[in-house]
């Protein structure tokens, strides 16, 4: 029981660097989300998906970019890191059609830290 | 955007307390849910309410979706350790736009 699978867990980057956070899906599901959680500020959609091939811009997308080759899988790149992006991302999944019930199914978390 | 303010911000109570909160938006949503988020992980669904004025019980739990369709409200009765975490309401206007607008959490400690 995989479900929604996040790496790495957590990472500490210094100002100017790029990385990668993966995320995978095992349930077959078309939509996928990145949030980003800032304390005390909920969760902040920064990009999703409806499908392989599309992606388009949520809240606060700037500083980041996403791609989508694969139904499973929905990396999210930060380029050139900077101190405000020092947050715990979740990536997220939920079904599509007449099976969509509003859930949606989150990993555990990938904890930033930008220095 | 569309914002959900969530009260209160955070809760400190006695076990076997009852708790209230509520998440109130600036427009309409169709659907409305509500995840609990237990310390290092991610959000779980709790409730599910799809129709406004419909009240849904999960064990302790209840949730009403409000007849104006701008808010929400998610009770626990008689709390226990393991309900400490942080509540977020989420608002959906349409299937078919799956963008769910999350409210900013109620954090419930539970005092020994």
């Known amino acids: 029981n995989a479900g929604v699978t996040q790496t790495p867990k957590f990472r500490i980057l210094k100002i100017g660097q790029s990385m990668t956070l993966q995320c995978a899906q095992d349930m077959n599901h078309n939509y996928m989300y990145w949030y980003r959680q800032d304390p005390g500020m909920g969760l902040k959609l920064i990009y999703y998906?409806?499908?392989?091939?599309?992606?388009d811009k949520g809240e606060v997308p700037n500083g980041y970019n996403v791609s989508r080759s694969t139904t499973e899988d929905f990396p999210l790149r930060l380029e050139l890191a900077a101190p405000s992006q020092t947050s715990v991302y979740f990536c997220?999944?939920?079904?599509?059609?007449?099976?969509?019930?509003?859930?949606?199914?989150f990993g555990e978390g990938s904890r930033l830290t930008v220095l | 955007g569309q914002q959900l303010n969530q009260s209160p911000q955070s809760m400190f109570i006695q076990e076997g307390e009852d708790v209230s909160m509520n998440c109130t938006s600036s427009s309409i949503f169709n659907t409305w849910l509500w995840y609990k988020q237990d310390p290092g992980e991610g959000p779980v669904l709790l409730i599910a309410?799809?129709?406004?004025?419909e009240l849904t019980s999960n064990g302790r739990l209840t949730a009403q979706f409000g007849i104006t369709r701008k808010d929400s409200f998610l009770n626990i009765s008689a709390s226990i350790p393991s309900d400490v975490g942080i509540y977020f309401c989420?608002?959906?206007?349409?299937?078919?736009?799956?963008?769910?607008?999350f409210g900013t959490g109620t954090r419930l400690t539970i005092i020994p």
């Open positions: 998906s409806v499908g392989a091939g599309i992606t």
């Open positions: 997220a999944s939920q079904t599509s059609g007449r099976g969509t019930t509003g859930e949606l199914f």
């Open positions: 309410l799809y129709k406004a004025g």
């Open positions: 989420a608002g959906l206007y349409s299937f078919g736009n799956e963008k769910l607008t």
